[in-house]
């Protein structure tokens, strides 16, 4: 099926439904609330019901309280279990949807919107072009193809979409077709500067310690322009910071000019470790993370392995070598 075959379908699909549930991935990040929440929108605004939510832990991290319609969503156990339409958003596999995994296998329809190039195209519809720089793009071509028009709360939260999934109009994905949608969106009133604070520059106090005591453990690899850290429970608990916080710990470490790839690995109350990879695009850190269980972007991924963080440094360091041989060898 074709992209705009597919398109096609979701759209009618949608418009024949008598209530739509939408979800995204867990943890969301700004691209996954803001698409699911932009189609929310859009979706009640055209008179057709729909409900959206994500899965356990139901916290949004404190940096996306700008977004408009948070409150309407649904904690995951009010989500409907065999929904007639569900729609996934941003959300590359059926186990990136944690509890809603069950509403999605049981859903007549399942349409997947989506641009990870990993994407497993687990969707009776899928909707995926890997080209997008936010899977809020996407978004806005199934609103055009609804005939639906976009209102103010739509916009803001497709902007939030696409600054957070281009690091604020910086990374590759940064196109002119971008650029047509960010001043489509801006005349519906986005409030710029209280996005640009909330969602990147401010941090509670805590954090800035907790993220002093990362950078300092810290280690560099120079020869092999690796760079990583690991956030700690214990740390969650010395500073008093949640990890959902510690999202934007990343885009500090990978600053290092001595770096090709970044690696920052979370240890989960679980005993999981949650880790995630930028490239600055000779090692493809998408392939690296799906050989090791996740998915994402040639420049940024991740994955959940088991730990101790120390074997997957080791892991990481040596997947990275490899792939730099291979790039410098072609
Ligand atoms: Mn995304």
Redesign the pocket.
């Given at each position: 099926m074709n992209h705009s075959v597919a398109l096609a379908e979701a759209a009618r699909s949608i418009r024949g439904s008598v209530q739509v549930a939408l979800a995204c991935h867990v943890s969301p990040?700004g691209?996954?609330l803001g698409?699911m929440l932009g189609m929310h929108h859009v979706l009640r605004h055209h008179g057709i019901a729909s409900v959206a939510s994500f899965s356990e832990p139901f916290v949004v991290a404190a940096h996306y309280r700008e977004l408009p319609g948070l409150e309407l969503m649904v904690p995951p156990a009010q989500f409907p279990q065999n929904p007639d339409v569900m729609i996934t958003f941003?959300c590359g596999s059926l186990a990136r949807l944690g509890d809603l995994q069950g509403p999605a296998l049981a859903a007549r329809e399942l349409i997947v919107i989506?641009?990870?190039i990993s994407n497993d195209r687990y969707g009776s519809i899928n909707v995926i072009d890997d080209r997008a720089a936010?899977?809020?793009v996407v978004v806005r071509e199934l609103v055009r193809t609804l005939g639906f028009s976009l209102d103010r709360d739509a916009a803001v939260c497709l902007y939030a979409?696409l600054v957070?999934?281009t690091g604020r109009f910086q990374y590759a994905s940064t196109t002119p077709e971008v650029f047509e949608l960010a001043h489509e969106l801006v005349q519906f009133d986005v409030p710029i500067p209280t996005l640009s604070r909330t969602l990147f520059e401010e941090h509670r106090f805590a954090y800035l310690q907790l993220m002093a005591s990362a950078l300092q453990r810290a280690e560099l690899v120079a020869h092999e322009r690796f760079v990583s850290t690991i956030v700690t429970q214990e740390d969650l608990a010395k500073f008093d910071v949640t990890m959902d916080e510690v999202e934007g710990l990343i885009d500090v470490i990978r600053r290092a000019r001595e770096a090709e790839v970044t690696a920052v690995l979370k240890e989960e109350a679980d005993g999981l470790v949650r880790v995630s990879l930028r490239s600055l695009g000779e090692v493809d850190v998408c392939a690296i993370a799906q050989a090791l269980g996740g998915g994402g972007?040639k420049f940024a991924a991740g994955f959940t392995a088991p730990g101790p963080s120390e074997e997957i440094v080791r892991q990481l360091r040596s997947a990275v070598a490899a792939a730099r041989r291979v790039s410098t060898a072609s």
């Open positions: 990040d691209d996954a698409s941003d989506d641009h990870h936010a899977s809020g979409a957070c999934d972007h």
